[in-house]
């Protein structure tokens, strides 16, 4: 049987005009904090939210990696 330590979830944001905009998808939020709180009641201790950073309107730079 396999043991889930951690989970990765992708975050671009805290709200769903965010999400709209970067993926095109319209009320996301709502189930992004459903599987963080499912998460919660299962017990897993470590959930790592990955941040996306977007630059598609061209006026922020970032640094090359």
Same mark, same amino acid.
């Given at each position: $049987?396999?043991? #889930? ?5 992708? %975050?671009?944001?805290? +709200? +769903?005009?965010?999400?709209?905009? *970067? @993926?095109?998808?319209? /009320?996301? $939020?709502?189930?992004?904090? @459903?599987?963080?709180? +499912?998460? @919660? ?6 959930? /790592? #939210?990955?941040? *996306?950073? =977007? =630059? +598609?309107?061209? =006026? *922020?730079?970032?640094?090359? %990696?």
């Amino acid at each position: $049987m396999y043991h #889930l330590d951690t989970l990765y979830l992708q %975050f671009d944001g805290i +709200n +769903n005009e965010t999400y709209e905009k *970067t @993926r095109g998808i319209k /009320n996301l $939020m709502p189930y992004k904090m @459903r599987v963080v709180e +499912n998460c @919660r009641k299962v017990g897993l201790s470590s959930i /790592n #939210l990955v941040a *996306t950073i =977007s =630059s +598609n309107d061209g =006026s *922020t730079k970032y640094p090359d %990696f």
